[in-house]
Every structure is written in structure tokens, then in C-alpha cells.
């Protein structure tokens, strides 16, 4: 009877032992602090409990720019992680590194998981895809520039929500004045007022196909008429108490809102969770970006924002294998509600999107899902998204010359030809670092 | 003392008073200026986060202060449950300390070596060292996080701690001290008959105190903040350090959530302890070995 | 050097091995590296990468951006260094004074002196919040609509005081050390001789205070230039935008931030070409005052 406990036992424990060490480890370095990074460790959870034959660890990194920094640095020394994220500036960088990652597209149908890139909402397929429209990255935690408002001060006003930017300064804006707020702040001047600006006008924001074609010979179009229209219009808001810049932080800018002092406040479709959880003293709800009659009477979705995660190549075929599984778990619709759900970033397959809508969620939140609504709004030529090197800089030349701008230290004019003469020099730059 | 200072002013003795009044008054207000961005914090640590988003600092005691204390201190905030505040706290510990040491120690020898040796080839050396002044860890991160990687010391405290010990303050000061020991002190021993490693331990050690003690916590409270390269060398959570804790608590992206400010400013608030305790205990010993030295 | 008491051979080699070895690994090898990608622009990956020679030192010059930084550099070193230097000698001479309380002002003048940089920089952000932060309101109440993020100058001065706040415990520290190791005989005789306040600590105490404040002047420098790297990138909530950066943050905005080898591999070819020439200037200094003592 002992004898047979002691064997069972080592039994067990030889079996345990087996699948301990069966279980390939893969790992993820991500950006994702504070209660998203908890709800990242959750999916790590979730997905190393549905399976014993792979186990991912989650490492916090710092934030965007740092993580991609690390990964790059371990790369070039032969420790990275097997899943980076990497957010949408750094973007090309990575994907003009071949040779850096495995294409998601190729990783997932190597290993014998199905890929059909059209089971993504539209506004997300070809942000994170190469020229030839194979997805290399994986969306992940996407988001898209969503107008909230004050539901309550606009109907004080007796407005409603703008759907052009004509409306907004002869309608909307004036009657929000008169019953006592700023009309407008918004937290992400590069982002909402310059990339989403061309997508949701269809306006090409450069050369070679928005440098989807390579980076040699890539030059900028962000100095042209109807951007720098729009700038010289922000100005005039402001100078009317319609509109107020707080800085290039994002919370500045979001606060004003959350006070109620001013009644429509342009953010990202992420930072839904966020307000709902504030426990605002107002009812908000949102719509989509306004646009400029004058420039286009057919506006078109916007680009996403937020990060994706790539495959790092050099890791063995089974290392492999275990990262296809994990990003075959992430796009499962259960995980892309949950996700959806905990943090308010958009679901990026149709299925997911189906799922929360049947579940009612949007009945409950209907804010919820004005990310990808937009999203899945007609998509124009220029709307798949941007590839631009040395990115991070060029968006901090613009933050830059706004910032002067919005405090009166230059001029629409100069800025923008400052922006242009820039970020074509760091473009070139950059095309130098790619022979 | 008092009834010299008392003299030259005997007459309006109301004088001095005012004196020491607008002393007292200097100091409280400076005082405050230093305290109160700390109360301000301490008063964060017992509300929730949303009030605090919301109203910001406020003149009251909230109830939270127990629970984010626990959580600082004992939740993890990563995926494998190691990185807890105390984990942490002993992390910052390690770094801080060897760092300290290692700095002292290396950079008591090599001044030792640069001031009381006849080398030839020592203006060279010397240069070799004091070009290295200054220039910080952050502007050659990259290359030195692939020649860590060489030398495999990712994830290890060598790694935390080597790295940041490569350049010359420590030299440097150690360097203008004992210069500035008195040549007699070497006669008298050479004398005695002591050679070059018993004047060095028995000698010049004890009568560096002082400065020592100055360095230690400089160099402690250096090595004790580091974020950027700890963040580059670690990946195992078990290995995260505090300041890095506090940055994790506090990242938030795009407004999706509720910065943990409660938790965090806790572990800010933790975070100083330790160092102030070293602050405190080496200021009275080398208050000490100053005054003692000069008599 | 005329100092030099001993003549063993191995013993001075021995004892310089460590500290050559760990600057040899960890600060030449990487500087060498610097230099060497300051000649090429690289993809970060190390997959491409073309040789440019002088070009990313011509872009840097051709830079109004970069001198401007150079120039608020410049600017905030000398601000910080001075208001920490100085209001810690103004406390640590009034603390040496007081005989009631001493121990306890002491003890509250030095705490920050531990707090992060980044934790600096976070309870900076508290302290001058936009919407409540007390340092707004107060500014508010003297008519300076203070706006951190949004005017240039307001988030320096924010920058300047949150540096100066954290760096004066240390130095109020060493100056009262410096204070009190001074003989009592020294002052008393002192306070025979010259009966005003003002006169004897310019006459006296100043000059017997100097070494200690060359000492923290070389710390403060270092300070300003280097580890207020922390402070700097969370008050702009590391976005640097329109406001204020130092070099050394710009360097780390292009290369570890960006991504720019080749560029911030020249920047900090740059600084360490003036940090040598700032030493290098240090020393005769210093060498100098030694000689005439």
C-alpha cells in the first residue's frame, strides 16, 4: 500500500515535471502600466490556464518609446522577447527593419492557424501591413481620435453635437459660449488634428503611396491648404474663447472636460474606460470627428492609434509556434470582448465587434463603440495609414511648432514650412539608415 | 559663547531678539518649502485616486492611507507576483549600497595610487580617469546595454550596479582630499618604518571620514534613484527596483484609466525613507569627524 | 606631481586595475562606439546603415533648435546651481545660528534631499496641476496665470524650482557641516574683531567655507547638466513639445527615445567634448588654489 502511494506520487510528480518542462516559454515586453498593464497580465493568465503547451511571461518595459528601445537594444544583442509591442509612431521603424520580425500574416499560416485579414475591421487591416497589404503586425490595443461631449451643456446650448467643422464655428461653438463654456479641447495635436486630419479627409500625407512604397525618396505633404486652413481657423477659436490648448500632456487637456468647463473634448476611443469610471457630475456621449465641408463632402474613417504587437524573428520554430497560439487567443472574440470591455480600446476583428453588440454592450455604453463605428466608416485612398521614419521626432517637431503656434510665437505659415523643411531632413535621414 | 554675543549688543537687547526672530522665521519658511510638497503627497496617500484626480490636494485626512499601504507594500503589481513594494525596497537596498561601496572603495585606491606613487605613466591614467567625469550613464545606454549583454549581466545586481560605477566623482574627490592631507603625515610614516599599505588602511582610511562619509551618501542616494538603466538590465520581475515600481503605478495612456496615485505616492513616500535614514546617520558622523579633525 | 611618497611598482597598478578596467568596459568602449556611429546614420536594428561622415555634426550645427537648447542649457545651469547653492548657505548659516530647534530644522531641511527625480518631477506635477495645483493657485492669486505645459517660461521656472527644491537639502547639509566644523576660537576672536553680522560671514566665515562650496559647486553643476534629466522628462510629461529641454534630455529624446543612432551618437560627442573642456578647466582651477595655499 505504501509502496504504491510512493509510486503513484512519483508518478504524478514525473508527469507534472513532464508537462512543466514540455511548456515552451515565450515572452511579451509591453508599454501597458497601472490597471492596463493588470488587465495584460490577465490575457497572459488567461491564455497560459486555456493550454499546457506554452506559457508567456508579460514584462513590463517602461513606457512605448522605452520598450521599443529595449527591444531594439536586445534584438541587436540577441535577447529579444519573442512579442514586442510597439506603438503606431515607431511603426516603421520596425517594419522597415525586415529581417527584425516575422510577419504576423506569415506566422499565423505557417502555423496552420487560419489568417483572413478581411475578419479585421476595416480601419484596422493595412495600418500595421506592408505594401502589398500582408499584415505584419498585430493590432493590439487600437484606438481611434472620437469627439465626446457634455451632453447636458450642449443641451443647455440648445446644439448638438457638430458633425462639420463649419458648423462647429458659425453653430455650436458660439451658442456653447453664450451658455458659458470653452466650446473645445482636444489632447493630441499631431494625432487628432494632422494624421487623423488627412484620413478623415482623404488627404495624402506623403509621397510614395504615405510611404507605404519604402522610405528612399519619401517627402511629407503635411504644408498644404487645407491643414493649415484648419490651423489658422484653431487660432481664431481660440483667440474667441471657443477653443483652448493646455499643453502637450494629455490629462491637461482632458481635464477641463471632466470639470465641465469645457463641453466637447476630441481624445481617443480608449479613454472611454477611463471617464466612465470617473463617475463624471454630466452625462457624456460621443460621435465621430468632424471634418471640413469645405475640403470633402465624403469624409472617410480614420487611422487607428495605439500599439501592436510584432513577432521577433531569431527565435526557434516551436518559440514560434507558442507566439502564433498566443496571437490565435488574442484575436479570439471572447479575448478581443474582454479586452474591448476592461479597457474600452476597440475589438479588432468583426466577430469580436458582433459579439459585444449582441451581448448588448453598446445598448449599455452606446459611446462604446463610436471608435469603430468610425473605424469601419468608407475608406479612401489615403486612409490604410502613414509610414514615416524617424516618426517620434517628426510628431515632436509638430507638438513643437503647434505648441508656438497656440501661444502666439509664430505663425500658421512659418510653422508649417518649419514642419515640412524638418521632417523631410529626418526623412532623408532616416532613408540613409535603410541600405 | 552666549555672553560674548550677548555683549557687543548690550543695550538694545531687543535687537538681537529680532535677529534671532527673522533666523527662526528664514528657517520655518524654508522649512515649509521643503516640507510641504511632502505633506501634500502624504495627504494623497489617504484619499482615492479619483478624488485625487479630481480635487487634488485637499485639507483633509481621507481613510485610504492603511490600504494603500498594503498594497504598496505587498501587492504585486506585475504578472509573476515577485516585483511587491518590499521586493522592491530590498532591490533598491542592494543597488544603492553597492553602488556606494563599490564607488568608494575603487575610487579610494585609484586616488591613492594617482596622489602617493611615483608612476610613469600616471598623467596619463590621470586623464584616462578624469575624462569620464561627468558624462552620465543616459547618453551611452545602448552601447553599454549590448556590452552588458556580452558579458552576460542582464538580470544580475553586477549588472545594475558595475555600469553605473564607471565614472570618476568618486576618484575625483577622493583625489583633492588627500591632497590636501598633510605631506607630514607620509614623512612621519615612512619614518615609523609603515609601508604604502598599512599608512593606506591604518592612516589615510580613518582620516578620510569625513569624506567618506560625504560620498556614501551622495553615492547612495544616486545609485538608489537610478530608473532608466535598471529598466534597461532587468527583465525578471523579482529584480525591479522602486523607482521603476512607482513609474509602472503611475503610466496611464490615452485616459483609459485611473492612474493607481494613491498606491504609488505610497511607494514614493517608502522610497525615502531609506535614504534619509542614511542621510541622517552619516551628517552627524562626519558633523563629527569634521569638527573633531579640525581641533 | 611633487606629492608622491612611495616608489613600490606593482602596488599603484594594482590598485588603479579596477577602476581602469570598469571605465575601459563600460565608458570607453561605449564611447568609442558613440563616436563611431556619429560617422554613419544606422537603422537602429543594425540592418542598414551608410557612412555620412561629418553630416550628422553639420545637421547639428545648421540647428537653431539645437544652439537654442544649448543656450537654455546654459541658462538652467546656471539658475539652479545658483538659487540651491545660495538658499542652502542662506538656511545653513541661520540653522548654525539658533541654538533652540537646531537639531529639528535640521532634520526637516534634509528629507528631500532623497526623493527620486522622477518622483521630484511627479510631485512637481502635483504642486503646479493645471486645473488645482497649489503653486498655480498661488500664482494665480498674484495675477501670474501660471500654465506649466503651455508657456515656455512658466515650465522653466516650474524646472528651476522643482531642481533647486531637491538639490538644496544636500547642500544645506555639507554647508552646515562646514559651519559647524569651524573652531569656536576662530569665531570668537571673529567676533571681537568685527561687530556686524554681515561683515564677519563675508570676512570669515565666507573664506573658511570655500572649500566646502567648491566642492558642492562641481555637485551642483553636475546636477544641473545631468540628473535633472528625471525632473525634466516628467514635467513635460515626456512630451517635449514647445517646452524647455537641456542637452543631455535632448540626447536622450533622439537616441533612446527616437531612435537616432547616428544623431544623438554625435550629440553626445558634443557634450563629451565640452565636459572635457569644462574639467579640464575645473582642474587648472582647482590646481591653482592649491598651489597658493
Redesign the interface.
Given at each position: 500500500m505504501k509502496a504504491f502511494k510512493i509510486t503513484t506520487a512519483a508518478a504524478a510528480f514525473a508527469l507534472m515535471a513532464n508537462a512543466s518542462f514540455a511548456a515552451t516559454e515565450i515572452?511579451w515586453?509591453h508599454?501597458?502600466?497601472?490597471?492596463?498593464?493588470d488587465t495584460v497580465?490577465q490575457l497572459?493568465?488567461d491564455f497560459n490556464a486555456s493550454q499546457s503547451d506554452y506559457k508567456i511571461?508579460?514584462?513590463?518595459?517602461?513606457?512605448?518609446e522605452?520598450a521599443l528601445?529595449?527591444g531594439i537594444?536586445?534584438f541587436?544583442?540577441?535577447?529579444q522577447?519573442n512579442v514586442l509591442q510597439v506603438f503606431d509612431a515607431g511603426a516603421a521603424t520596425v517594419i522597415g527593419a525586415k529581417g527584425a520580425t516575422v510577419p504576423v500574416q506569415d506566422l499565423l499560416v505557417d502555423n496552420g492557424a487560419d489568417f483572413d485579414i478581411n475578419d479585421y475591421i476595416s480601419g484596422v487591416r493595412y495600418f500595421y501591413a506592408d505594401s502589398d497589404g500582408k499584415m505584419i503586425g498585430m493590432p493590439f490595443?487600437s484606438?481611434s481620435p472620437i469627439m465626446y461631449y457634455n451632453v447636458q451643456a450642449l443641451e443647455k446650448a440648445g446644439v448638438t453635437a457638430p458633425k462639420t467643422w463649419e458648423e462647429f464655428q458659425t453653430v455650436t461653438a458660439p451658442a456653447l459660449k453664450d451658455a458659458g463654456y470653452t466650446a473645445l479641447s482636444q489632447?493630441h495635436l499631431p494625432w487628432i488634428f494632422t494624421e487623423n486630419f488627412m484620413s478623415r479627409h482623404d488627404l495624402p500625407f506623403a509621397t510614395n503611396d504615405n510611404g507605404y512604397e519604402g522610405a528612399e525618396g519619401t517627402k511629407i505633404l503635411v504644408n498644404n491648404d487645407a491643414i493649415k486652413n484648419h490651423f489658422t481657423a484653431v487660432t481664431d477659436w481660440q483667440k474667441n474663447g471657443y477653443f483652448e490648448w493646455f499643453g502637450t500632456g494629455?490629462?491637461d487637456n482632458?481635464?477641463p472636460f471632466?470639470?465641465g468647463k469645457v463641453a466637447i473634448w476630441l481624445?481617443?476611443s480608449?479613454?472611454?474606460?477611463?471617464?466612465a469610471?470617473?463617475?463624471l457630475p454630466f452625462d457624456f456621449s460621443a460621435t465621430y470627428l468632424p471634418y471640413w465641408e469645405a475640403v470633402t463632402t465624403e469624409p472617410k474613417q480614420t487611422f487607428i492609434?495605439?500599439a501592436s504587437l510584432f513577432a521577433m524573428a531569431g527565435k526557434s520554430p516551436e518559440e514560434n509556434k507558442a507566439t502564433a497560439a498566443f496571437f490565435e487567443f488574442l484575436t479570439k472574440p471572447e479575448t478581443q470582448y474582454f479586452w474591448h470591455q476592461e479597457?474600452?480600446?476597440v475589438p479588432i476583428t468583426e466577430a469580436a465587434y458582433e459579439m459585444a453588440k449582441a451581448d448588448g454592450h453598446y445598448d449599455r455604453a452606446p459611446a462604446a463603440e463610436t471608435g469603430i463605428l468610425q473605424l469601419s466608416l468608407p475608406a479612401g485612398e489615403n486612409t490604410k495609414g502613414y509610414r514615416m521614419g524617424f516618426y517620434v521626432q517628426i510628431r515632436d517637431v509638430m507638438n513643437r511648432e503647434y505648441g508656438r503656434i497656440l501661444t502666439g510665437e509664430t505663425s500658421v505659415e512659418d510653422a508649417f514650412a518649419n514642419i515640412e523643411e524638418e521632417a523631410n531632413g529626418l526623412l532623408a535621414r532616416f532613408a540613409k539608415t535603410q541600405n | 559663547?552666549?555672553d560674548?554675543?550677548q555683549d557687543?549688543h548690550a543695550t538694545p537687547a531687543r535687537r538681537i531678539k529680532w535677529?534671532?526672530v527673522l533666523?527662526?522665521a528664514?528657517?520655518i519658511v524654508?522649512?515649509l518649502?521643503?516640507?510641504?510638497?511632502?505633506l501634500?503627497?502624504l495627504q494623497?496617500t489617504t484619499t482615492t485616486d479619483?478624488e485625487t484626480?479630481?480635487?487634488?490636494?485637499e485639507l483633509l485626512i481621507g481613510t485610504q492611507f492603511d490600504d494603500n499601504f498594503m498594497k504598496a507594500m505587498f501587492k504585486a503589481?506585475?504578472?509573476?507576483g515577485e516585483n511587491t513594494g518590499t521586493s522592491m525596497l530590498i532591490n533598491s537596498m542592494i543597488l544603492g549600497l553597492g553602488f556606494a561601496l563599490g564607488k568608494i572603495v575603487?575610487?579610494m585606491?585609484?586616488a591613492?595610487?594617482?596622489?602617493?606613487?611615483?608612476?610613469r605613466f600616471?598623467t596619463f591614467?590621470f586623464w584616462?580617469?578624469?575624462?569620464?567625469?561627468?558624462?552620465?550613464l543616459?547618453?551611452?545606454?545602448?552601447?553599454?546595454?549590448?556590452?552588458a549583454?556580452?558579458?552576460s549581466l542582464?538580470n544580475t545586481y553586477t549588472g545594475l550596479i558595475?555600469?553605473l560605477?564607471?565614472?570618476?566623482?568618486a576618484?575625483f574627490?577622493f583625489r583633492?582630499y588627500f591632497?590636501?592631507v598633510p605631506?607630514e603625515l607620509?614623512?612621519a610614516?615612512?619614518i615609523d618604518g609603515a609601508?604604502?599599505?598599512k599608512?593606506f588602511i591604518d592612516i589615510l582610511v580613518p582620516l578620510s571620514q569625513?569624506m567618506i562619509a560625504?560620498m556614501f551618501?551622495?553615492m547612495f542616494?544616486?545609485g538608489?534613484?537610478q530608473?532608466?538603466w535598471p529598466?534597461?538590465v532587468t527583465?525578471e520581475?523579482g529584480m525591479y527596483t522602486l523607482?521603476?515600481g512607482?513609474?509602472?503605478?503611475?503610466?496611464?495612456?490615452?485616459?483609459?484609466?485611473?492612474?493607481?496615485y494613491g498606491r504609488?505616492n505610497m511607494l514614493?513616500l517608502i522610497?525615502?525613507?531609506?535614504?534619509?535614514a542614511?542621510?541622517?546617520f552619516f551628517?552627524s558622523w562626519?558633523?563629527k569627524g569634521?569638527?573633531e579633525?579640525?581641533? | 606631481?611633487k606629492?608622491?611618497?612611495?616608489?613600490?611598482r606593482w602596488?599603484?597598478?594594482l590598485?588603479?586595475l579596477?577602476?581602469?578596467l570598469?571605465?575601459a568596459?563600460?565608458?570607453y568602449?561605449?564611447?568609442v562606439?558613440?563616436v563611431q556611429s556619429s560617422f554613419f546614420l544606422q537603422d537602429p536594428f543594425g540592418f542598414g546603415s551608410s557612412f555620412v561622415g561629418l553630416d550628422n555634426y553639420r545637421d547639428l550645427a545648421g540647428s537653431g533648435e539645437y544652439i537654442k537648447i544649448a543656450r537654455f542649457t546654459l541658462l538652467f545651469t546656471v539658475l539652479v546651481t545658483f538659487f540651491s547653492l545660495g538658499?542652502a548657505l542662506?538656511?545653513a548659516v541661520?540653522?548654525d545660528?539658533?541654538?533652540r530647534?537646531a537639531r529639528s530644522?535640521?532634520?526637516?531641511?534634509?528629507?528631500?534631499?532623497?526623493?527620486?527625480?522622477?518622483?521630484a518631477g511627479?510631485?512637481g506635477l502635483?504642486?503646479f496641476?493645471q486645473?488645482?495645483?497649489?503653486l498655480t493657485e498661488m500664482a494665480r492669486a498674484i495675477g501670474w496665470d501660471f500654465k506649466l505645459g503651455v508657456n515656455f517660461n512658466d515650465t522653466a521656472t516650474a524646472m528651476v524650482i522643482v531642481s533647486v527644491?531637491k538639490q538644496?537639502?544636500?547642500n544645506f547639509?555639507?554647508f552646515?557641516?562646514?559651519l559647524?566644523?569651524?573652531?569656536?576660537s576662530v569665531?570668537?576672536a571673529a567676533?571681537i574683531d568685527n561687530?556686524s553680522?554681515v561683515g564677519r560671514f563675508w570676512d570669515v566665515t565666507f573664506p573658511l567655507l570655500a572649500?566646502t562650496g567648491f566642492?558642492l559647486l562641481i555637485?551642483n553643476i553636475?546636477y544641473a547638466?545631468?540628473?535633472t534629466?528625471?525632473i525634466i522628462d516628467t514635467l513635460v510629461k515626456g512630451e517635449p513639445g514647445n517646452n524647455p529641454m537641456t542637452l543631455?534630455y535632448k540626447?536622450?529624446v533622439d537616441?533612446?527615445r527616437g531612435n537616432d543612432?547616428g544623431g544623438?551618437s554625435a550629440?553626445?560627442v558634443v557634450?563629451?567634448v565640452l565636459?572635457?573642456a569644462?574639467?579640464v578647466f575645473q582642474?587648472r582651477l582647482?590646481e591653482r588654489r592649491?598651489h597658493y595655499t
Open positions: 515572452s515586453w508599454a501597458m502600466g497601472g490597471a492596463l498593464g497580465n497572459a493568465e511571461t508579460p514584462v513590463f518595459k517602461g513606457t512605448y522605452e528601445t529595449a537594444a536586445a541587436r544583442a540577441g535577447e522577447p490595443n484606438s489632447s494629455w490629462g482632458q481635464t471632466e470639470e481624445g481617443s480608449g479613454s472611454f474606460g477611463g471617464l469610471k470617473k463617475g492609434g495605439g479597457t474600452g480600446y | 559663547m552666549t560674548i554675543s557687543p535677529g534671532r533666523d527662526h528664514i528657517l524654508g522649512s518649502f521643503m516640507l510641504i510638497p511632502l501634500v503627497v494623497t479619483i484626480i479630481k480635487n487634488g490636494p503589481s506585475g504578472f509573476s575603487i575610487g585606491m585609484a591613492y595610487a594617482l596622489v602617493y606613487f611615483r608612476l600616471a591614467a584616462l580617469i578624469f575624462t569620464t567625469l561627468l558624462l552620465p543616459e547618453v551611452r545606454i545602448l552601447p553599454s546595454y549590448e556590452i549583454q556580452k558579458l542582464l558595475v555600469p560605477i564607471a565614472s570618476a566623482t576618484t574627490f583633492q591632497r590636501s605631506e607620509v614623512e610614516a615612512r609601508g604604502p599599505v599608512f569625513t560625504a551618501i551622495i542616494v544616486f538608489w534613484n530608473y532608466l529598466t534597461m527583465t520581475e523607482v521603476r512607482i513609474k509602472q503605478l503611475t503610466q496611464d495612456l490615452e485616459g483609459t484609466n485611473i492612474p493607481e504609488a514614493a522610497a525615502i525613507l531609506p535614504p534619509v542614511v542621510v541622517i551628517q562626519f558633523v569634521l569638527t579633525s579640525d581641533k | 606631481m606629492r608622491a611618497g612611495f616608489t613600490t602596488l599603484p597598478i590598485l588603479l579596477p577602476q581602469l570598469i571605465i568596459v563600460f565608458f568602449w561605449p564611447a562606439h558613440a538658499l542662506l538656511l541661520k540653522a545660528n539658533v541654538i530647534g530644522y535640521r532634520t526637516l531641511l534634509m528629507w528631500v534631499y532623497a526623493v527620486a527625480p522622477p518622483v511627479f510631485i502635483l504642486m496641476n486645473s488645482w495645483g497649489p527644491w538644496v537639502p544636500v547639509i555639507f552646515l557641516s562646514g559647524q566644523s569651524i573652531p569656536k569665531r570668537e567676533l561687530r553680522a572649500p566642492f555637485i553636475t547638466l545631468f540628473d534629466f528625471g543631455v540626447v536622450y537616441g533612446f543612432l544623438s550629440q553626445s557634450l563629451m565636459v572635457l569644462l574639467t582642474f582647482i592649491i
